[in-house]
């Protein structure tokens, strides 16, 4: 069984910094790619950032210059460094695995985390 576990939410103020943290345990052969995404009140989910396993990364339009993400391959970790933070990143964010290939010989699928809520304000 494949499971994601996210760290580092919590409380900022506007300006301020986080940095969040997602493992992925179980018996995982391969990770095509793992991201973040958020999802605010009374908002659909939407792309924060991912990156490949060959270190290739997407990100948000709102969230470009700012926020950072990085992979620690021989962990199954990614991160995600959250600088200059705003009011409007607060949302619940939550990590994704995609085409987890995993050694019992399922079929490779997607798994995510629980979420982690962030909320900026003073």
């Known amino acids: 069984q494949v499971q994601l576990v996210e760290s580092g939410g919590g409380l900022v103020q506007p300006g301020g910094s986080l940095r969040l943290s997602c493992a992925a345990s179980?018996?995982?052969?391969?990770?095509?790619?793992m991201g973040w995404y958020r999802q605010a009140p009374g908002k659909q989910r939407e792309l924060v950032a991912a990156?490949?396993?060959?270190?290739?990364?997407n990100y948000g339009e709102s969230v470009k210059g700012r926020l950072t993400i990085s992979r620690d391959n021989a962990k199954n970790t990614v991160y995600l460094q959250m600088n200059s933070l705003l009011p409007e990143d607060t949302a619940v964010y939550y990590c994704?695995?995609?085409?987890?290939?995993?050694?019992?010989?399922?079929?490779?699928?997607?798994?995510w985390g629980q979420g982690t809520q962030v909320t900026v304000s003073s």
């Open positions: 990156i490949t396993n060959s270190g290739s990364t």
């Open positions: 179980g018996r995982i052969f391969a990770i095509n790619a």
């Open positions: 994704n695995a995609h085409f987890v290939v995993a050694a019992d010989g399922a079929l490779p699928r997607d798994y």
